[in-house]
């Protein structure tokens, strides 16, 4: 039985630890934490058997602030580690107790707070919420005021808006305004301390990114606010070509049009378009194709890229409202490879940035080398300033060994690769990790109890062995 350095055993640390949550909602049954202790991994052929077992011995869930200040509390006080869970759609393992402890479901600290205005402006440049507040209904309370958030990810309808901060990185939108962490895409933080005497600690500027993409890290996400754009009418539109070449030509085209408003510009190689039930019957058998939402005021001109480039758009409607039955975005990024999958639970994917300079020449090139493994997948997107994608070949996961054949091969072609089939930041290659997220890490959590195997830390030298990849990882223009 593992012994904590007061010699109590861990049965005792927990049974101590929930002697002091009161009313507060816990519970150690063996079926509630293995559920509670799961996120998407399970859908990931690399990650399944290495994140199985790996459960809480407490589930917590605080009601509000004051509630989790208790809990945080408690547990700095019994050193319990914790893993701070909102939904559970992440797909890397970032919501999975590595270290067992304490499970904090955020999901009942939820509401919109407040617009906000520079310099007494009436009209709203941001807007607040708490983070437990599913992302899709930030938007449905904002949109009325005809105003929306720039970005969100594919899991919009059920992922909470900490969940995305602390673990996701783009999204929808992104082709338009650029990942989260470019300059302005986050605006502020409200993030708690774990310590006896928890504290809430405002970030704002280029400090918000010490704490984004951090797993949870350096400190508990408690407020999130973000910049709002104007809520266009949004058209989903199926678009479809010959020959991806011409699909990739689109799409860049379409993404160096700044004038054109656009939020997804998602080109798929064939035979993926036949792995999407819903879509199948709009694409002509053998021909590639590219899911597009655009600004009503922008779809002549999306009209006049797609006969330029030989293409043909094949279905056209109001956002959310297509005969397949969810908003199409659901169809791209994250949610890409869960539609993959049914159709072939081995398929997997990897995190290739490709070149702003020739981002064409790229996107044709690695579907060319690589049409021996599998049809092309890219996102395309804004990153420092810049227009670029991300994506993949899509193939079958034979073994760790192949994965690490296929990393090296998309680096010598020229591209950056980060690896999805890790929970550790390191091996992720996402995340940059320097003297400043250190810093907060030691400030906000003293003890070393959040996200405890999320770094490269003692508790995580298995996995990132058992789970790295040669891959360089990503870099950024500004990375403080």
């Known amino acids: 039985m593992q012994v904590l350095v007061d010699g109590r055993s861990r049965a005792e640390v927990i049974a101590g630890l929930c002697g002091e949550l009161g009313g507060i909602a816990h519970s150690t049954d ?9 996120d998407r991994f399970t859908e990931n052929p690399a990650l399944r058997g290495l994140l199985r077992g790996r459960n809480a011995e407490i589930f917590i869930a605080p009601r509000d602030k004051d509630e989790l200040r208790t809990a945080v509390a408690a547990c700095a006080r ?21 270290n067992g402890g304490a499970v904090i479901d955020v999901t009942a600290l939820t ?7 520079e310099h007494g402006r009436r009209l709203p440049t941001t807007v607040r919420a708490r983070t437990g507040t599913v992302v899709a209904d930030i938007d449905a309370t904002i949109r009325p005021s005809g105003w929306e958030l720039r970005m969100h990810p594919s899991t919009a309808q059920r992922a909470t808006v900490g969940g995305y901060i602390a673990g996701g990185h783009a999204g929808i939108g992104s082709c338009q305004w650029g990942i989260l962490r470019d300059t302005g895409n986050i ?4 993030v708690m301390t774990v310590e006896e005497h928890p504290r809430l600690i405002e970030l704002r500027g280029r400090d918000v990114n ?12 408690t407020e999130v ?15 479809t070509f010959p020959e991806f070449e011409q699909a990739a030509r689109f799409s860049v085209d379409i993404c160096h049009s700044d004038g054109v408003l656009k939020k997804v510009v998602s080109p798929h190689a064939h035979p993926l378009p036949r792995y999407f039930p819903g879509l199948a019957g709009l694409v002509p058998d053998g021909e590639a194709m590219v899911l ?7 779809v002549t001109e999306v009209e006049d890229l797609v006969r330029a480039n030989g293409g043909r758009i094949r279905y056209r409607c109001l956002e959310g409202k297509g005969a397949y039955g ?12 869960l539609h993959y999958q049914r159709h072939d639970e081995r398929l997997v994917g990897l995190m290739a940035l490709y070149p702003t300079t020739d981002l064409y020449e790229s996107i044709v090139r690695v579907h060319r080398e690589f049409a021996d493994l599998g049809p092309l997948h890219v996102e395309l997107k804004r990153i420092d300033g810049g227009v670029s994608c991300q994506g993949s070949p899509v193939f079958a996961f034979e073994s760790r060994a192949h994965l690490a054949e296929v990393t090296e091969r998309l680096q010598r072609a020229g591209l950056s690769v980060a690896n999805p089939h890790t929970p550790v930041l390191g091996a992720g290659g996402m995340k940059p990790w320097g003297p400043k997220e250190a810093s907060f890490k030691r400030e906000f959590d003293p003890y070393g109890l959040l996200a405890q195997g999320k770094l490269d830390d003692v508790v995580a030298t298995e996995l990132r062995t058992s789970t790295a990849l040669p891959n360089n990882g990503w870099s950024y223009r500004l990375t403080g």
């Open 187 to 190: 605006t502020a933080l409200e």
């Open 210 to 221: 010490s704490v984004h993409h951090a797993y949870g890290a350096n400190g508990i996400i």
């Open 30 to 38: 063996t079926r509630k934490l293995r559920t509670k202790s799961r």
């Open 225 to 239: 606010e973000l910049p709002v754009a104007p809520a266009w009418e949004w058209h989903e539109l199926v678009i």
């Open 326 to 337: 969810v908003p199409l975005y659901e169809f791209t990024w994250g949610h890409s490879l």
């Open 78 to 98: 019994h050193r319990v580690p914790i893993t701070v869970r909102g939904a559970g759609s992440g797909q890397f393992g970032q919501g999975v107790p590595l």
């Open 292 to 298: 597009l939402m655009a600004a009503v005021q922008s």
């Open 111 to 117: 509401g919109v707070i407040g617009w906000h205005g």
